[in-house]
């Protein structure tokens, strides 16, 4: 009797850890996107993977580079109304890291009405899923993917990004 009770264990162990993974990145990556909304620059650089912040110039010039691109864009009447994260995908082993994609939808308020964009983040951990950062995963990031990830994993498909609607 107790060797089917542990086969069980053995076997279910590894599907309560991988939805426990499902729940940490999802959580993460909100916190990510509400400091975006918030303009909490410096939790979304935190947020971000350490590589793409080092290609960007490191943490300082990226504070800069997002606190200058958000007041113009405030300028020019935009502003975040929400950013929605979906539930992860597949997670993937690439190298020592494990990768996954989670949709994210931005609404933003624009001259012209509400605009929504759809895209991926590509999320990353480096510590066995307990710790994830992301990389918004637009034309320039993706072309970027094999210079950020020499071990990415080609069976994690991204999906070519979307132009925004107009609400």
């Not at 997002?66 to 929605?84: E, I, N, P």
Request: glycine residues 6%; charged residues 20%; aromatic residues 8%.
């Amino acid at each position: 009797m107790i060797k089917p009770f542990k086969l069980l264990l053995i076997l279910l162990l590894p599907v309560s850890l991988f939805a426990q993974d499902t729940a940490i990145v999802k959580k993460q990556a909100n916190g990510v996107a509400k400091a975006l909304m918030n303009s909490d620059f410096k939790r979304v650089i935190a947020g971000t993977y350490p590589k793409a912040v080092d290609i960007a110039g490191g943490k300082e010039k990226l504070l800069s580079m997002m606190t200058a691109g958000m007041s113009q864009m405030r300028s020019q009447g935009f502003s975040f109304q929400k950013v929605t994260i979906g539930s992860p995908g597949k997670f993937y082993k690439a190298g020592t890291e494990i990768h996954c994609l989670l949709p994210e939808t931005i609404v933003m308020k624009t001259s012209r009405g509400l605009m929504a964009a759809k895209s991926n983040l590509l999320a990353i951990s480096n510590d066995k899923g307990k710790n994830w950062t992301f990389i918004d995963l637009n034309e320039r990031a993706i072309s970027s993917i094999k210079t950020l990830f020499p071990n990415f994993n080609k069976n994690l498909v991204i999906p070519a990004p979307t132009l925004p609607v107009m609400l």
